[in-house]
């Protein structure tokens, strides 16, 4: 079992940025995938942004390719999403989670999850 904890949320105007954490227990950090999901109000749960076990590899949805930046720290049992150039689209719960797959988009190969963190962005 690994138990996921995100933090960094919170109220930003649009253009600002915000940097979530999550912070994994349980197993060994370094043998999980790490990736963000977001989800906002009365829409399905998307992907923003993976990275490999290592650090070595990083995907991120296409639209926000450029303005999301995902980074881990093994040795702290960490990892990161940097938001910058916020819109008031990019408001949801974001959600940390692990697989043992490399690379995927999927919800379904995500074993396992995060409570969320608030992002609220403002115009």
């Known amino acids: 079992q690994v138990q996921l904890v995100e933090s960094g949320g919170g109220l930003v105007q649009a253009g600002g940025s915000l940097r979530l954490s999550c912070v994994a227990s349980?197993?060994?950090?370094?043998?999980?995938?790490m990736a963000w999901f977001r989800q906002a109000p009365g829409k399905e749960r998307e992907f923003v942004a993976t990275?490999?076990?290592?650090?070595?590899?990083?995907r991120y949805a296409d639209s926000l390719k450029g303005r999301f930046t995902i980074s881990r720290d093994n040795a702290k049992k960490m990892v990161y999403l940097q938001l910058s150039g916020l819109k008031p689209e990019d408001t949801a719960v974001y959600y940390c989670?692990?697989?043992?797959?490399?690379?995927?988009?999927?919800?379904?190969?995500?074993?396992?999850w995060g409570q969320g963190t608030q992002v609220s962005v403002s115009s």
């Open positions: 989670a692990a697989s043992p797959v490399v690379n995927t988009t999927e919800r379904g190969l995500y074993h396992y």
């Open positions: 990275i490999s076990w290592n650090g070595l590899s990083t």
């Open positions: 349980g197993r060994a950090f370094g043998d999980y995938n």
